[in-house]
């Protein structure tokens, strides 16, 4: 019989038991252990400490960290000025600190991606073993892949300053072309986030400055478009408290070229917020509690959960004083770790648009 096609075949039941031996691995209570296990014990993993960013090195995956993502949001419109949203993720996560053969690798590989209209939303997701060559990251030249799915610098181009950007699955898919023209974003201390007041914390960058333009292929047409993007790159082992059950995290374009991270983190007792403020030079101002506020407004229910599409947005040293609202309130991503994400547009005090994610609802 021949191989590939018993792969392909197998491929989705194979994975499917790696991502369970993941989750097995993590204590049995994730309420007790923070959003998606987040919270649990790091015990033989590597830690965030404050430290300088090195690339194109840290473009790379850092299999000694138990978990890292390349997350990327798309605010996009066509000729019409329909807005649009994509979203491309890849995940790494483990069960142990080292990497190894296909069959004996405790690193996983997830992907996420959606398109997302005003009347709909396609989640789309791949699952994928270590040290196969299904999924892997490499630093330089930089090529990020799950399959088909790929995020890849073109042939010349240094870092990540210009990538070529595909996913799809039956229904929908796309194509982009994404080039940067401002520099990449420490967040926190120079790249170390922390994320609660016990002092959890990341390593975190961003590259917020992309243009971009291609195709959305959707179910009953193709769409040309064109707009901004935001790329994200965090690693960590531990990056919530045990009690912290999920969090609400915006990134936006604001007119003027000027943009805004920030998340709130919630406890039982409340929430842990952080931002930072990116002027349109490219400079960066870490945020606290005191600094900028997201305040829940309107609530919508999806997926039988409901949840705040609408916010409110203030960052007063700044001047800025917006609402935020989904362009498609049901962006559910129904996937195996369940979340809601989608673009939102801003008005107020800025006029733009952005990105919301809402984990652990």
């Not at 939303?121 to 930089?142: I, K, L, S």
């Not at 090529?143 to 699955?169: F, H, K, N, Y």
């Not at 309107?298 to 947005?313: I, Q």
Request: hydrophobic fraction near 40%.
């Amino acid at each position: 019989m021949n191989a590939k096609p018993l792969w392909r075949a197998l491929r989705p039941m194979i994975c499917g038991a790696a991502l369970l031996a993941v989750l097995a691995a993590w204590p049995a209570s994730p309420q007790a252990q923070g959003f998606a296990g987040l919270g649990s014990a790091a015990e033989g993993f590597a830690l965030p400490e404050p430290r300088a960013l090195s690339f194109p090195e840290d473009h790379g995956a850092h299999p000694a960290f138990r978990i890292e993502w390349w997350y990327l949001t798309a605010n996009l419109s066509d000729a019409e000025g329909t807005d649009y949203g994509v979203q491309w993720t890849l995940f790494r996560s483990a069960i142990a600190p080292e990497r190894g053969s296909s069959w004996r690798s405790p690193q996983l590989w997830l992907g996420h991606a959606a398109i997302t209209t005003p009347q709909e939303h396609f989640p789309m997701e791949r699952f994928a073993r270590d040290a196969t060559g299904q999924a892997d990251v490499v630093a330089d030249p930089f090529s990020a892949w799950i399959d088909e799915w790929q995020m890849t610098a073109p042939e010349g181009s240094p870092g990540i300053s210009a990538l070529t950007l595909r996913a799809g699955a039956e229904r929908a898919a796309y194509d982009l072309t994404l080039t940067a023209d401002g520099p990449l974003i420490a967040h926190g201390e120079a790249g170390y986030s922390i994320k609660s007041e016990g002092g959890q914390a990341s390593h975190y960058y961003s590259q917020p400055f992309y243009t971009v333009s291609g195709t959305l292929h959707l179910p009953d047409r193709s769409v040309d478009v064109t707009g901004q993007a935001w790329l994200d790159r965090e690693w960590s082992s531990q990056p919530l408290e045990g009690d912290q059950t999920g969090w609400d995290w915006v990134s936006l374009h604001l007119s003027g070229g000027h943009k805004v991270m920030a998340a709130r983190v919630r406890d039982g007792a409340g929430s842990y917020t952080f931002g930072t403020w990116i002027t349109a030079d490219g400079s960066a101002r870490a945020l606290t509690d005191t600094d900028i506020t997201l305040t829940p407004q309107e609530t919508h229910t999806v997926a039988e959960r409901t949840l705040p599409t609408t916010w409110r947005v203030e960052l007063p040293a700044e001047g800025v004083d917006v609402t935020i609202e989904a362009v498609n309130r049901d962006a559910w991503m129904a996937l195996s770790v369940p979340y809601w994400e989608g673009p939102v547009t801003v008005t107020g005090s800025h006029d733009g648009r952005g990105y919301l994610e809402m984990t652990g609802y």
